[in-house]
T-cell receptor, first 112, second 113 residues
Framework: QKEVEQDPGPLSVPEGAIVSLNCTYSNSAFQYFMWYRQYSRKGPELLMYTYSSGNKEDGRFTAQVDKSSKYISLFIRDSQPSDSATYLCAMRLTGANSKLTFGKGITLSVRP | ETGVTQTPRHLVMGMTNKKSLKCEQHLGHNAMYWYKQSAKKPLELMFVYNFKEQTENNSVPSRFSPECPNSSHLFLHLHTLQPEDSALYLC????????????FGPGTRLTVL
């Protein structure tokens, strides 16, 4: 079983839709969970960062971590064409110098 | 310049060439990373440097040779590459600590002919 599984997509939605992106993982010791957004021809940029379980909201974005199910989600409300990008989930153990483990990424297209 | 910069942005090389990728971070961080990003694969960590010392080599072939002369600069020297090495090479930096958030550069798109 891969450490981090992410739906391969691609995903296409109309403008204004609610988008749900998900990742599952196998290592119950992961404590830090991140979502990166990567536009075409750019490097990944950190979008959301969560420690342990719970929800975190930032504008139209909500990150959710369910450690009991080893499942994380990113919700995008009122999606915009500018949200069209590849979304990567990443996670790591606690402690300095622990490396990030990434999902494969899912490409989202928001149609005007 | 701000953030993490990488040069060149695009590189085409033959299998017998030698070239170098450069990364510079302007964030005052002490950890730097090289990643390889290929289509339909997760980001693959290649090398990690903490305070200029290499702390991770993720079983990378010797045709890739990293160099970290100081905490702000990171190089990846390339020689006798294979076509399967064609990918986006990303540099990242972070400040070692418990949160250790990584910030990425725009990448170098490498094509090996």
């Amino acid at each position: 079983q891969k450490e981090v599984e992410q739906d391969p997509g691609p995903l296409s939605v109309p403008e204004g839709a609610i988008v749900s992106l998900n990742c599952t993982y196998s290592n119950s010791a992961f404590q830090y969970f991140m979502w990166y957004r990567q536009y075409s021809r750019k490097g990944p940029e950190l979008l959301m960062y969560t420690y342990s379980s719970g929800n975190k909201e930032d504008g139209r974005f909500t990150a959710q971590v369910d450690k009991s199910s080893k499942y994380i989600s990113l919700f995008i409300r009122d999606s915009q064409p500018s949200d069209s990008a590849t979304y990567l989930c990443a996670m790591r153990l606690t402690g300095a110098n622990s490396k990030l483990t990434f999902g494969k990424g899912i490409t989202l297209s928001v149609r005007p | 310049e701000t953030g993490v910069t990488q040069t060149p942005r695009h590189l085409v090389m033959g299998m017998t060439n030698k070239k170098s990728l450069k990364c510079e971070q302007h964030l005052g961080h002490n950890a730097m990373y090289w990643y390889k990003q290929s289509a339909k694969k997760p980001l693959e960590l290649m090398f990690v440097y903490n305070f200029k010392e290499q702390t991770e080599n993720n079983s990378v072939p010797s045709r890739f040779s990293p160099e970290c002369p100081n905490s702000s600069h990171l190089f990846l020297h390339l020689h006798t590459l294979q076509p399967e090495d064609s990918a986006l090479y990303l540099c990242a930096s972070s400040q070692p600590g418990d949160t250790d958030t990584q910030y990425f550069g725009p990448g170098t798109r490498l094509t090996v002919l």
